[in-house]
């Protein structure tokens, strides 16, 4: 049931008509482990440089179950940067700087005591990438990846070699009509499940997801967040992934009945990441939480 | 369980980029009463003109459980005709044409032997008209309303009324945003819920519904219908509309879990009438077809 995550550690800075954070912790890596950290133990592959504070680690390090040895410190350079300002409705957002650092240089690689691990999630980066990290992980038994427009637009060959040799694949409905151009997102996610995975759930943020999954289809509303409670989105799809994935992992299996238990494990997970800027509300989250969040959710999701 | 419905029958002519459909039966009270028929009987209450086609009345006359008592041709009249065009997507369409006809005469009556209807649905009309409609339903026990940005904008005082005369109200997300200038579904809701009725649903297309009910809250996805599937949006959410309302009438109350039931069998409901034009596939249904669909349903939206 080892849960390995490779993905950014970034310094986030976000403005919201919520309010601001500036110089947060952020990046895929780190709300995928905390999120995934409330179910399974999480090892975090990842680079970040000499600039790195201090508290964004201490953050980290006060998850229980969160591994921080295939975190590679890199004095000599910068962490990945991103501003981002989410417009009124807070569900479209403009970048206003990404400072790449880290991410330029070489991938960081998977420590030797983390190349057993059996479960994987390849946070969005270039597909590349995303496929050299898969050949240091040969017990590998399920590998899910995330992807974005860019790479759909600029890497499609190494996209699709990616496609064949990951079990599963998560996206924005945006970025399934881009790959497919089905704007339907069952028919999109099927099409997507004929270029290799035996599963993929387009994620559609306020509107839930969809999974197409060999055996079947299925569909899951969103954690109905009232407007108050929605303070900052970034890192929600990848605290919804988090959670899905801790889940599959303590499963040790993948059928269709367990991703779809993953997916509203995912989706309380992430109505928790909504509520503050930063990791702040999954920091002071307790398991306990989740559980009764996911009461409520099957209570207020019920199919009469 | 006496359920009565008022609104408009048409004549529609529908332009998609799955074919077209050229005078053909349509609007709301026919798609609602066709849709609730299989789950309760339904009494229409509805004006047509002189040029109401023979063939129209056949494929209501071929539903059972619609009575047709409450329907007056007006000899002099014409009937209401709508003609739209979808774009591509499928969700969004232009109106090329309305012709209010009948509509704009007085509106019809609630025949005498119908006035002890305790379910009553007001399809979208002026909420004047609808407010006229409930004066005549003495022995009503619930009254749901439908409406459209039309009133919000010229009627808005009219609509409050309403509001505090009917239990519950149904609109699509962008009328909710428009009447309380909230974005967020779920916080919309619950603020319409304030103007008086005891529960409000918000209809959004592909992404599913939210309820907000004087208990609580609750969200359904729509139903995964395929690309391939969707021939024409066209009466789909009168058909949700209808397909609740029977359920609730047969049920005897409006309790939080039998709305929670009603939304999922309009919803398995509405699922049929995208499947052709005009009311195709509803006529060609039979009972076990949505009973059949409704456990497809609740197995692919089961929260895990």
């Known amino acids: ?170 996206l924005n409905d945006s970025e399934a009509l881009q790959l497919t151009e089905v704007r339907n997102a069952v028919t999109a996610a099927r099409k997507i499940l004929e270029m290799g995975p035996t599963f993929v759930v387009v994620k559609k943020g306020e509107h839930g997801c969809v999974l197409a999954h060999e055996s079947g289809v299925a569909v899951l509303p969103a954690f109905p967040a009232e407007a108050h409670h929605v303070i900052d989105p970034t890192g929600a799809g990848d605290s919804f992934a988090g959670g899905m994935m801790g889940h599959i992992a303590v499963a040790g299996r993948a059928d269709l009945p367990t991703i779809q238990s993953a997916l509203a494990w995912g989706t309380v997970t992430a109505s928790f990441t909504l509520e503050s800027f930063s990791l702040d509300r999954l920091a002071s989250l307790k398991r306990a939480d989740i559980d009764r969040r996911m009461a409520e959710f099957r209570g207020a999701a019920r199919v009469g």
């Open 1 to 170: 049931m080892s849960l390995l995550v490779t993905g950014t550690i970034g310094i986030d800075t976000v403005h919201a008509p919520t309010g601001s954070a500036e110089g947060v912790l952020g990046g895929s890596c780190a709300y995928f482990a905390a999120a995934a950290s409330f179910h399974s133990p999480v090892r975090v592959v990842a680079a970040v440089g000499g600039d790195w504070p201090d508290d964004h680690r201490k953050v980290l390090e006060g998850f229980d179950n969160i591994s921080l040895d295939g975190l590679e410190v890199r004095a000599g350079s910068r962490t990945f940067a991103w501003g981002g300002k989410y417009f009124a409705n807070m569900n479209e957002r403009e970048t206003l700087f990404t400072e790449l650092g880290v991410v330029e240089e070489p991938a960081p690689m998977v420590p030797e005591a983390y190349r057993d691990s059996e479960y994987v999630f390849l946070a969005n980066t270039h597909p590349e990438v995303q496929l050299a990290f898969l050949d240091q992980l040969p017990d590998r038994k399920l590998a899910v990846a995330d992807t974005m427009d860019l790479w759909i637009n600029i890497a499609r060959d190494e996209l699709v070699m990616l496609l064949e040799q990951v079990d599963g694949l998560v």
